[in-house]
């Protein structure tokens, strides 16, 4: 008689559902390979390591549908409703396996297989959702948005997460969290981030993040353009309190912001000098907004002979920075649209192809 070699099959099998009664979990699974023990210790998947949890009773599916009977060992192919003592999160679709000093094998295995049920890109934003299942259909429309996503999880917002959204680049700084929370742990350090964007509605949550993603873009072109003048018309106003050296005038801002060192011109074109100081009831202000009312200085003009009551000045603009102000057209407010155009008219009257 010829000897037969025995090869141990290890344990494997797939949650199916996931049923958690009086803060125990029970998992309705199938297992396809092996032999399964009460006090077996399982790796079950998960999005992150895998979860280590101890068999505590076994319950093997009757014929038939009718129901289960307890036993203390059950072997491949069959339905079984196992009690785990892990209270944490299991998901159904997970695979599980038995445990035989081999966690590291189990952990490259089971990253090989989620990632093939989630697939992800080498950049993109951040997703987290309360179940499996809400996170694939997030995912399918985010995809569907041509969104990328560079990580996705299941479960609360940690600390580690916010670690993670922080290191990601700033188009992509955003995380969103379907039906979930910050921690508890976050919840009592009180620990928040912007680019988090909660919401318990899916379709409402992807559109949240595309407003938020375009005030992003837009602030982040809007930054560009502060290196440029101050785009501003002021109205002057009766009121002379100096008339030379420096020249100090009320004025009013019809339009645009003003700001100091911006370098002023009349409705002629002429340049009239640069704005050193604003100030408001005696303090100095770096800035003024449309509708202010203040005083300004302006050092090498004589008012007398180079400006009137009433005259309006502008924000003198180099051929290059309107060229750029245009290029950005959709970032400015229709106020400073229209103190733009009054500029170029200005410019056009000695040179009629300015800015074109």
Partial sequence: MKNQISVKIEAKGVILEVKREKAVNYLESILYDGDLKVNDEIAVASFGKPIITKIRCIQKALPLSKGFESVEKASAAAGLRLQVTSKEEILSGMPFQIIKNNIKEIEDTFSEEVSEGIQLDDNGIFVKADSLGSLEAILFLLRQK?????????????????????????????????????????????????????????????????????????????????????????????????????????????????KQEIEMINREGNKIGRIKTIQEEKTNMPSANKGKEVAISIPGVNFERELQKGEFLYSNLSEIQFKKFKENKELLSQDEIRVLQEISAIKRKTNVTWGI
């Fill in 146 to 258: 041509q969104i990328r996503i560079i990580k996705a999880e299941i479960g609360s917002i940690t600390k580690k997460d916010l670690v993670f959204l922080e290191n990601l680049p700033e188009e992509d700084k955003f995380m969103l969290g379907f039906n979930v929370d910050y921690d508890e742990e976050l919840k009592k350090e009180g620990i928040t981030n912007k680019g988090v964007i909660f919401n318990d509605i899916v379709y409402k949550l992807i559109e949240d993040f595309e407003k938020a993603r375009e005030e992003k873009t837009k602030e982040s072109e809007r930054k560009k353009l502060e290196e440029l003048p101050s785009l501003a018309k002021i109205f002057i106003l009766p009121y002379v309190f100096r008339n030379s050296n420096p020249a100090i005038f009320g004025i009013r801002v019809e339009g645009g912001v003003l």
